[in-house]
């Protein structure tokens, strides 16, 4: 399986809420072992019994690029549904059951993929999991809190269509990809989820759940023997292979301008440059020139230029972003409109100066060590943050000995490599957004 859901070039917002985990902080790479079971299902595992708890998250390929035409925020109505009633529970017990294990379950849908975490005290996991299973294998999705949920999601829409930054996120998803099923609107609106039933979610269900597009992390205070009992009791119960619609490549439309008219105090400023796939020999060449430019956001000479030097905004980063079907560079900051048309030529002067002078020793080697140390720190430092690391991993289809390797990969980039990557992706024109006043005005 080949995908990435978020970009694995440095700490990402996870699905899993690490912030209640309190776990002391890991400063090293975790042992990680590889499981599969009688039946197959494989998962990777994090031994910690420094808390009596296990926590586990998976990935299902196929997430909301796989809503049918018309039927815009099936996947992720799917997703809402599955812990509202399962089996022969009904919504109410089944979540009283789920109350009384002291279980904190979540599912969630992106764009590449479906997500399901769950984190239970070590000596609640058999109840826990046995809710889990039926979540995963036997939603009911009956009429009542499809309705209410359904009500939940379209109150959402109504309110996000006020909201000036919803409303140029999905402009900006339009305008870079057409058709392709990254610009659709993954919650979908009020008339294409009035349009899905109940036996739509199971068809969809059926589809996209099965043994084959699954990836699996675990950590926490459980072993590896009684972890392929467990996977096999939530997992092995489900289709051999799913149905998925296949999704094509796809690159983001650069060279155009977009505005978004608001009467905003502040005027927020969008670029899109060429990304860097994770596969790619110059990701790790391309990480670090970001880091450089915009993601390290203290050291970062967009930072220093309009931050510091002219006081311009409160923020301005880069980020590069990989899906599993695209991949861009994105630059975002906000401003007071009578100094936006400063702020878009600041920004697009530092980028041509990369893109023609590249980098110093200097800024490479801080770079470096900010990109190493961070990861360690924010990626690792939480049986929520080590399964979230784990499955993103797995997306990338690398093996267990990455999160070292990556380091490796790192530390071997050049000034060299970062101005060869920095031509490849700054000298060109890129898709800009502006939201709030024209900045000619």
């Given at each position: 399986m080949t995908k990435l859901n978020t970009s694995i070039e440095s700490p990402k917002q996870p699905l899993a809420g690490r912030n209640m985990d309190v776990a002391a902080p890991r400063r090293t790479a975790p042992a990680i072992q590889k499981v599969e079971t009688t039946r197959g299902i494989k998962a990777w595992l994090v031994e910690d019994y420094s808390l009596p708890i296990v926590t586990i998250l998976f990935a299902f390929e196929g997430g909301t690029t796989q809503d049918s035409s018309g039927k815009e925020g099936q996947v992720r109505l799917m997703?809402?549904?599955?812990?509202?009633?399962?089996?022969?529970?009904?919504?109410?017990?089944?979540?009283?059951?789920?109350?009384?294990?002291?279980?904190?379950?979540?599912?969630?849908?992106?764009?590449?993929?479906?997500?399901g975490y769950m984190r239970v005290l070590a000596d609640q996991k058999d109840p826990a999991f046995d809710l889990l299973q039926l979540a995963v294998e036997q939603p009911r999705f009956d009429q009542a809190p499809l309705d209410r949920v359904r009500a939940q999601?379209?109150?959402?829409?109504?309110?996000?269509?006020?909201?000036?930054?919803?409303?140029?996120?999905?402009?900006?998803?339009?305008?870079?990809y057409?058709?392709?099923?990254?610009?659709?609107?993954?919650?979908?609106?009020?008339?294409?989820?009035?349009?899905?039933?109940?036996?739509?979610?199971?068809?969809?269900?059926?589809?996209?759940?099965?043994?084959?597009?699954?990836?699996?992390?675990?950590?926490?205070?459980?072993?590896?023997?009684?972890?392929?009992?467990?996977?096999?009791r939530i997992f092995a119960g489900l289709p051999a292979t799913p149905s998925l619609?296949?999704?094509?490549?796809?690159?983001?439309?650069?060279?155009?301008?977009?505005?978004?008219?608001?009467?905003?105090?502040?005027?927020?400023?969008?670029?899109?440059?060429?990304?860097?796939a994770v596969k790619d020999p110059q990701f790790?060449?391309?990480?670090?020139?970001?880091?450089?430019?915009?993601?390290?956001?203290?050291?970062?000479?967009?930072?220093?230029?309009?931050?510091?030097?002219?006081?311009?905004?409160?923020?301005?980063?880069?980020?590069?972003?990989?899906?599993?079907?695209?991949?861009?560079?994105?630059?975002?900051?906000?401003t007071s409109p009578d100094r936006a048309a400063e702020m878009l030529s600041i920004i697009r002067a530092e980028v041509r100066e990369m893109a023609e002078k590249g980098v110093s020793q200097q800024e490479l080697e801080a770079a470096k060590k900010?990109?190493?140390?961070?990861?360690?720190?924010?990626?690792?430092?939480?049986?929520?943050?080590?399964?979230?690391?784990?499955?993103?991993?797995?997306?990338?289809?690398?093996?267990?000995?990455?999160?070292?390797?990556?380091k490796q990969l790192i530390q071997a980039v050049t000034v060299e490599d970062v101005g060869s990557v920095a031509k490849r992706l700054l000298h060109a024109n890129p898709a800009i957004m502006v939201v709030g006043q024209s900045i000619e005005g």
């Open positions: 997703t809402w549904m599955l812990d509202e009633g399962a089996g022969d529970l009904s919504s109410e017990v089944f979540r009283d059951r789920l109350d009384d294990a002291d279980a904190e379950m979540r599912f969630r849908a992106r764009s590449d993929a479906v997500y999601m379209v109150t959402g829409i109504i309110a996000d269509a006020k909201d000036p930054n919803v409303v140029a996120r999905r402009a900006w998803k339009k305008a870079l057409g058709d392709h099923p990254y610009s659709r609107q993954a919650e979908g609106t009020e008339q294409t989820l009035a349009t899905i039933t109940a036996a739509d979610l199971k068809a969809l269900h059926k589809r996209l759940f099965a043994r084959a597009n699954l990836t699996i992390a675990v950590a926490g205070a459980i072993d590896a023997s009684t972890l392929k009992h467990d996977l096999d619609v296949a999704v094509s490549e796809t690159a983001p439309r650069l060279g155009r301008e977009i505005h978004i008219p608001y009467d905003l105090p502040q005027t927020g400023l969008r670029l899109a440059y060429p990304g860097i790790f060449p391309a990480c670090l020139m970001n880091q450089i430019l915009g993601k390290g956001s203290f050291m970062s000479r967009l930072w220093k230029e309009v931050r510091e030097k002219r006081g311009l905004t409160y923020n301005i980063r880069s980020h590069l972003v990989n899906s599993s079907h695209s991949s861009m560079l994105r630059i975002s900051t906000g900010e990109v190493i140390g961070s990861y360690a720190i924010e990626c690792l430092n939480s049986s929520s943050a080590i399964v979230d690391t784990l499955v993103e991993i797995q997306e990338r289809d690398e093996d267990i000995d990455f999160i070292e390797r990556r």
